[in-house]
């Protein structure tokens, strides 16, 4: 199957020089909208995505400056990385998960013809009905509590490289937290609280008022089909693995599901 039979063809694209609350009004806009495009002089210079945007809000560096006061060109990830329409998905698999991206401008003879992202791969995992879900999954994945810092999910989660938390208490999962939350967490307190103020209430801003509640889940011995049909529907970074008792016992994300496809595990 080659990249031109899957890649997005209607992604959403966004001006080096718009502001980063313009990007993030765009791409909450856009269904299962991730990240954007970024262009000069209608050329593709880079892309910007939720977790572009969690990370430079989330530096020193921007204390206190609200993102309509920053450019995309300060966040986004360049220079691009590229792919021809007619390259191989599992090659294109193989690309993203050496140079650990999320996804592919495609350019053919230097003209834009889609993106490529990790959702997109999903489609080749042919072997997936005799796979079970917790033959693949990350036992005990790291958690957070919801009375946890904002901050400190967003720390977990760059440090690891990790694009989602489940959010559990007292050993019951209570929610998921990932970069578009933290992104949006992080750029409406700039928005809208002072700079003076803005450290405080960082300290006091908690998981339990941002995360999303009923999270992605499956249970551990549903067939890795399944999964992946739960990725397509609903567009989720990472699907929470339980058990017969509901409790939570690993975590698959689809970064897993491409470095399988990339190794032809499945």
């Known amino acids: 199957m080659k990249v031109s039979e899957v890649m997005s063809i209607n992604y959403g694209t966004i001006d080096k020089e718009q502001m980063l609350s313009n990007a993030l009004t765009v791409m909450r806009k856009k269904k299962h909208i991730s990240r954007l495009v970024v262009l000069d002089k209608d050329k593709p210079v880079g892309v910007i995505s939720f977790r572009d945007v969690a990370d430079r809000l989330g530096t020193y560096k921007t204390d ?4 309509t006061s920053l450019r995309v060109s300060s966040a986004m990830s360049f220079p691009i990385i590229s792919i021809e329409s007619d390259t191989e998905l599992i090659d294109a698999a193989k ?3 050496e140079q650990n991206i999320s996804s592919l401008l495609v350019i053919d003879e230097e003209e834009l013809k889609g993106l490529l992202t990790k959702h997109n791969l999903l489609t080749i995992a042919l072997r997936c009905k005799k796979i079970k879900v917790k033959d693949m999954m990350t036992p005990e994945p790291k958690q957070i509590s919801s009375s946890e810092r904002v901050m400190a999910a967003r720390n977990i989660m760059f440090t690891n490289n990790f694009s989602a938390l489940p959010v559990v208490d007292e050993d019951k999962l209570v929610g998921i937290v990932d970069d578009q939350i933290i992104a949006d967490a992080l750029a409406k307190l700039r928005e809208k609280v002072p700079r003076k103020h803005q450290k405080h209430r960082l300290d006091e801003y908690y998981i339990g008022q ?3 509640l009923l999270p992605p889940t499956i249970d551990e011995n549903a067939p890795l089909c399944d999964l992946i049909q739960v990725f ?4 989720a970074k990472a699907v929470f693995v339980i058990n017969k008792d509901e409790q939570l016992v690993g975590i698959l994300s689809v970064t897993d599901i ?7 595990r499945i």
């Open 258 to 264: 491409a470095h399988a496809i990339a190794e032809e």
């Open 64 to 67: 206190g400056i609200s993102p």
């Open 95 to 97: 690309m993203m998960t």
């Open 210 to 212: 941002v995360m999303r």
């Open 232 to 235: 397509i529907n609903t567009h």
